[in-house]
């Protein structure tokens, strides 16, 4: 088995991820877009798997340059592949599906969800067998401002209170989730430095309350990346 990674930025790594794949024995490419990159061939792959980065779908190539190289990837891979996104990750599959991604506004204004959130798994997320054995609410972690529409033909897997479209399924291997499951606590610890400015702006952001709950959350954490990547990897 050899999984393909898209790794954005430095500081949003594979996380728990790697430590499952790492514990599991199974091979991992990891393309970091930020150095001189070459995409390798799809068919070399069993499963590709998109992490999650501070820039958005509908920016243009001066802040996102690898963007359309991603989004002609997934369009190839679809429905051969499993592929499972991120944050970032699941919204360029849903703008690969034609969906549009956009900033979260809720009653006019901006709605980002940082931190530590419960998301409410919908029927068909039950049922689905990427949640198989997880159950509702769900403890996740939230970093961003963006949402996507959910795409022609996809279906919904979960929500929240704030941001309707959590998680999608895409025929039966391509899978999107807003939200986090990989992050380490040194992960969130590190992006609470690095995003100090963007988690403060139009937000009540407790850095204290999150740093503590990273800890608190760890267990949790790791029992339900091994569950989904357990879920995801049975695709193959």
């Known amino acids: 088995m050899n999984i393909l990674v898209f790794q954005h930025v430095p500081h949003e790594t594979p996380g728990l991820i790697g430590e499952y794949l790492h514990k599991k024995g199974i091979q991992f490419t990891i393309v970091e877009f930020w150095k001189p990159y070459k995409i390798p061939n799809m ?39 499993p592929i499972i996104g991120f944050c970032l990750g699941s919204q360029l599959i849903a703008h ?28 068909e997320g039950l049922k689905d067998p990427i949640f198989k054995s997880f159950t509702t609410p769900t403890k996740v972690l939230q970093w961003h401002g963006d949402a996507f529409d959910l795409p022609a033909g996809a279906i919904l897997l979960a929500s929240s209170t704030d941001c309707a479209n959590q998680a999608f399924r895409y ?7 807003l939200f986090h499951n990989e992050f380490t606590p040194e ?47 049975s695709l193959i």
């Open 171 to 177: 025929g039966n291997k391509t899978y999107a989730m």
């Open 187 to 233: 992960m969130v610890n590190n992006l609470i430095v690095l995003d100090k400015d963007w988690i403060h702006k139009d937000f009540e952001f407790n850095e204290e309350k999150v740093g503590q709950e990273a800890g608190e959350y760890k267990s949790l954490m790791q029992k339900q990346c091994s569950m989904l990547m357990d879920n995801f990897l």
């Open 96 to 123: 690969a599906l034609g969906a549009e991604v956009r900033q979260n506004i809720v009653n006019g204004k901006i709605r980002k969800e940082i931190g530590y959130y419960n998301v409410d798994l919908t029927d």
């Open 43 to 81: 068919e070399d792959f069993d499963a590709l798997i998109i992490m999650g980065g501070p820039m958005g779908v509908y920016e243009g190539p001066d802040k996102f340059p690898s963007k359309e190289d991603e989004i002609n990837f997934i369009k190839n891979a679809l429905d051969k592949i």
